[in-house]
């Protein structure tokens, strides 16, 4: 009997985090004016924000490194904000295993708007549409990348804009 307590008890331990991982990862899809304001904010915080999608090999490749900046700058002014331009319809297939499978613990959303024409210029007018592609700002301090960034890439930019 006390065995099967202590295996119970073990399954559990291994069980929830998997779960609350999954239902920490459903993932808002959302139009270009919910995400403008995430891309304006006036405050002491440095945004980092990432468009990438589960297709784009380089952008796979370098998200390890945002989620390792959510959790190094978890307790100061910076925000991770992952964007995927997935289809969505691939949703729930795609983007979520990824998420679950790659622990991605930083905030997720999926931007549903087809005319990438009518925002891209918005984000920053040097951006063609390649993927990956990441903005880091502060106030009226800006650093668009349109190429994979490393971890030191984004702690140097995040350093310089906090000393400014």
Same mark, same amino acid.
Request: hydrophobic residues 40%; contains cysteine.
């Given at each position: 009997?006390?065995?099967?307590?202590?295996?119970?008890?073990?399954?559990?331990?291994?069980?929830?985090?998997?779960?609350?991982?999954?239902?920490?990862?459903?993932?808002?899809?959302?139009?270009?004016?919910?995400?403008?304001?995430?891309?304006?904010?006036?405050?002491?915080?440095?945004?980092?924000?990432?468009?990438?999608?589960?297709?784009?090999?380089?952008?796979?490749?370098?998200?390890?490194?945002?989620?390792?900046?959510?959790? $190094?700058? &978890?307790?100061?002014?910076?925000?991770? =904000?992952?964007?995927?331009?997935?289809?969505?319809?691939?949703? *729930? #297939?795609? @983007?979520?295993?990824?998420?679950?499978?790659?622990?991605?613990?930083?905030?997720?959303?999926?931007?549903?708007?087809?005319?990438?024409?009518?925002?891209?210029?918005?984000?920053?007018? $040097?951006? &063609?549409?390649?993927?990956?592609?990441? =903005?880091?700002?502060?106030?009226?301090?800006?650093?668009?990348? *349109? #190429?994979? @960034?490393?971890?030191?890439?984004?702690?140097?930019?995040?350093?310089?804009?906090?000393?400014?």
């Amino acid at each position: 009997m006390h065995c099967k307590l202590v295996i119970t008890v073990c399954l559990l331990f291994i069980l929830v985090p998997v779960n609350l991982l999954q239902a920490q990862n459903s993932v808002p899809v959302v139009g270009f004016s919910d995400l403008e304001k995430s891309l304006n904010s006036n405050s002491d915080t440095v945004y980092v924000i990432n468009f990438w999608a589960t297709w784009c090999a380089p952008c796979r490749k370098e998200l390890p490194e945002f989620e390792r900046i959510h959790k $190094s700058f &978890s307790h100061e002014k910076v925000k991770v =904000l992952l964007v995927s331009l997935d289809f969505p319809n691939q949703a *729930e #297939k795609s @983007l979520k295993n990824f998420l679950v499978s790659n622990a991605i613990t930083a905030q997720v959303i999926l931007l549903n708007e087809p005319d990438a024409n009518s925002w891209i210029d918005k984000v920053d007018p $040097s951006w &063609s549409g390649a993927l990956p592609a990441t =903005l880091i700002y502060r106030k009226n301090e800006r650093k668009f990348f *349109e #190429k994979e @960034l490393t971890y030191q890439d984004i702690t140097n930019s995040i350093s310089t804009l906090n000393n400014l």
